[in-house]
């Protein structure tokens, strides 16, 4: 297959907003060793990349600068010992960085499949989300049919997946939102109950039904003892950011006389070993579900690679529900 030298590219060119995103001509990236190359043709948009513009989130220093964490398009070169993938086979695929591009090369163990019957737009929506959830919500937070789950932020490419996700396991789920249509959204989804949180308090709703068994938290702040008082004996609280700060009053009493856990974790800085270990659990726990219809990524809007600033200014409103795409290809 004859490749192009050089690929259109969108770059942060200094942090701020939107309008420093500028488009760019760069070299095509090289596959290195248990790499694939990819031609993009729909790149998921991401906070973690609204962040990283804005400069409050480093990229790891082995990572393009190009922003971009997932993409869909087609293997068109591997690197040395790639046996998974060749030339020609159609993948989506979680990105160490440099998704804001016509091509791009991540480890070939962190692609996965397109899903049968699903469109190459929904699934370069499914592995940053999916990724983060799986291994958060699941994996780390232990989520068991049965119990109940608070997931903040239940309207955000997150919360859409967490909602479907948990709900498909068998959990009762309780979402906030920060509007009515958000909310119906979160119900449409499999929420039992969703919260709007500038009209209602979700602690004595969680309260009243005994209390949240897991919480998935990205809004931290005045959250963080909320979500103490709303979690159930044995309960556990997983972080995955702190839009309103990461810092807060808490009666760490709470944590030993109710024997609760607290923990969270990124995604981007684990090692490439641990992303291929979700890579294989999603393709054999989720992949099916996908393939069913059980559930599907939600997406809020399209935008082409030309149009990235509007696609942030867009994310950074809050008036998404579900996932932005850039169309590349
Ligand atoms: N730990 C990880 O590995 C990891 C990976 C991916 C993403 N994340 C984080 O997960 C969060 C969701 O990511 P996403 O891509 O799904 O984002 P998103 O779609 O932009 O969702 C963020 C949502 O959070 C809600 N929100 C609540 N408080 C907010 C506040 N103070 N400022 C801004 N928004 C607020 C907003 O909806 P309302 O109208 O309901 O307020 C907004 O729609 C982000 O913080 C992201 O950084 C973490």
Redesign the pocket.
Known sequence: MSLPEEMRAVEISKPGGPDVLQPVTRELPQPGLGEILIRTEWVGV???DA?QRAGLYKAPPEASDLPGLEASGEVVAIGPDVSDWKPGDKVCALLPGGGYAEYVTTPAAHALPIPAGMGMREAACLP??FF?VWSNVFERGGLKAGERFLVH?G?????TTAIQLANAFGARVFAT???AE?CAACTRLGAERAINYREEDFVPILRAEGGADLVLD??GGDYIPRNVKAMADEGRMVF??F??GPKAELNFAQIMLRRLTITG????PQSDLAKARIAEALKAKVWPLLEAGTIAPLVDSEFSLDEVAKAHAH?ES?G?IGKIVLKTA
Do not use: C, F, Y
Request: net charge positive; charged share 15%; glycine share 14%.
């Open positions: 991401n906070r973690p962040l940053e989300t983060t932020g309207s955000s490419g997150i919360g939102a920060g509007s958000k990205m809004v995955i950011a839009l309103q974790s990124t995604l981007r994310m809050s998404h």
